[in-house]
């Protein structure tokens, strides 16, 4: 499916559930994705993608900025603190903060930068053990730090589990944000952005849609 009729479908689940045309941001995941396919979608204009990890997108975001000029970029991975200076170098937002002392690193770094990226925390709707992120009973307290910290939180990120109602997911999210006073909501992906957007997705996050699945044995 091209970047055009994703965009078409995020528009029309905006109208459906009474949105203004355009609230939702399209991060186009290109992780793992050959470097001619990103090539021909930013050919098209985009300029909004997410990688989940730092030394990939190490490894070709600065070609495509010095070819095609600002593009934001977005880490949607986990982030070790050992790569959040590189990470406050590189990307725009950060969405998957999750714990204490990633939160004070990135503090300091924003610091020392002087940058001002979105900064979303992950929470782990759905408990899962092998899953990054707050459980929601620890939500509230986490974003609290964070901002006593000087971090300022844009939103709140999920991954529902694969085999449940990621509506359900989102609604949690939503409410989670909403009792916190945050207004980003970093949801949806191939699969199920619609029902994202319908619940508020201000980023829905869509990468085999637009790339192609994704093959993890080509070299990039
Ligand atoms: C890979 C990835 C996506 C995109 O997944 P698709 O199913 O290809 O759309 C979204 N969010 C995160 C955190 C990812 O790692």
Not at 53 to 58: C, L, N
Not at 88 to 109: M, P, Q, Y
Not at 119 to 144: H, M
């Amino acid at each position: 499916m091209s970047l055009s009729d994703i965009t078409s479908r995020i528009h029309a689940a905006e109208t459906a559930a009474n949105r203004p045309v355009g609230s939702t941001r399209l991060i186009a995941v290109s992780k793992v994705q050959p470097n001619q396919r990103v090539h021909e979608v930013l050919q098209t204009g985009h300029r909004l993608f997410g990688e989940n990890k730092v030394q990939e997108a190490q490894g070709k975001w600065p070609e495509f900025r010095a070819e095609f000029g600002p593009v934001d970029v977005h880490l949607i991975g986990p982030l070790q603190t050992n790569k959040v200076k590189a990470a406050v170098e590189l990307f725009d937002a950060i969405h998957a903060i999750d714990r204490e002392k990633l939160a004070r690193k990135i503090a300091s770094e924003l610091q020392a930068q002087g940058k001002s990226p979105e900064l979303f925390i992950q929470v782990n709707t759905g408990e899962e053990p092998q899953k990054a992120g707050v459980i929601p009973a620890e939500a509230d307290a986490f974003i609290a730090d964070c901002r006593a910290m000087d971090l300022p939180i844009t939103g709140l990120m999920v991954i529902p589990p694969v085999d449940e109602e990621p509506s359900l997911h989102f609604a949690l999210l939503r409410k989670i944000a909403k009792r916190n006073g945050l207004s980003g909501l970093s949801m949806g992906m191939s699969s199920d952005f619609e029902r994202a957007v319908a619940l508020g997705a201000t980023h829905v996050r869509v990468g085999s849609a637009i790339f192609g699945e994704r093959s993890y044995d080509e070299p990039v």
